[in-house]
């Protein structure tokens, strides 16, 4: 059982928004850390998608966006498609157990 | 090219031992504390253990702590993770990846900007 809280799956037709929540606690998201989400595509690494919170590295789309708010973040992902078809991890750091990780989302676009 | 590259994975007995390694090459290694991350089969991220630059302070998981043990050959800009007393539990894909920032008086690791391929590390009979 993870220790940050994600929904198993979500889905979505082409075009639409979806969004993947990520539910922590006062020991770790809302004690402020920041919250990191990343994308794995099938057989990959995973791929640094949003950091601290809303920040998109270069090259990410700005169809993706993540935000916080007390003790859970969101991603957003708009104008879906099908290559964003993958696994969704969120990631924040606990005072008491270091770097966790959200047990991972399965985008599928119907 | 800005890059991580693992090695060392494979099958080893419950009770075992295996070093991963992991070559940086693109960046000034000795700048910035390196981590583990693994990934059992299907399941989910799970982070294992941190260094700092120097090779000073480390951090482990609980999963893992006193069976693994994490290092550096800055000379060589490699990483390691020295693995003993594996159990069936261990058996997942061995990510070595550099955090953004860390902190070497609480363990803190900001997010991971550059990850490796991955090893994979069997434990089974």
């Known amino acids: 059982q993870s220790v940050l809280t994600q929904p198993p799956s979500v889905s979505g037709a082409p075009g639409q928004r979806v969004t993947i929540s990520c539910t922590g606690s006062s020991s770790n998201i809302g004690a402020g850390y920041d919250v990191h989400w990343y994308q794995q595509l099938p057989g990959t690494a995973p791929k640094l998608l949003i950091y601290g919170n809303s920040n998109r590295p270069s090259g990410v789309p700005d169809r993706f966006s993540g935000s916080k708010s007390g003790t859970s973040a969101s991603l957003a992902i708009t104008g879906l498609q099908a290559e964003d078809e993958a696994d969704y991890y969120c990631q924040s750091y606990d005072s008491s157990l270091n770097v966790v990780f959200g047990g991972g989302t399965k985008l599928t676009v119907l | 090219e800005v890059q991580l590259l693992e090695s060392g994975g494979g099958l080893v007995q419950p009770g075992g031992s295996l070093r991963l390694s992991c070559a940086a090459s693109g960046f000034t290694f000795s700048s910035y504390a390196m981590s583990w991350v693994r990934q059992a089969p299907g399941k989910g991220l799970e982070w294992v253990s941190a260094?700092?630059?120097?090779?000073?302070?480390?951090y482990y998981a609980d999963s893992v702590k006193g069976r693994f043990t994490i290092s550096r050959d800055n000379s060589k800009n490699t990483l390691y993770l020295q693995m003993n007393s594996l159990r069936a539990e261990d058996t997942a894909v061995y990510y070595c990846a550099k955090p953004s920032n860390y902190d070497i008086l609480t363990g803190y690791s900001g997010y991971f900007d550059l990850w490796g391929r991955g090893t994979l590390v069997t434990v089974s009979s």
């Open positions: 260094i700092s630059g120097s090779g000073g302070s480390t």
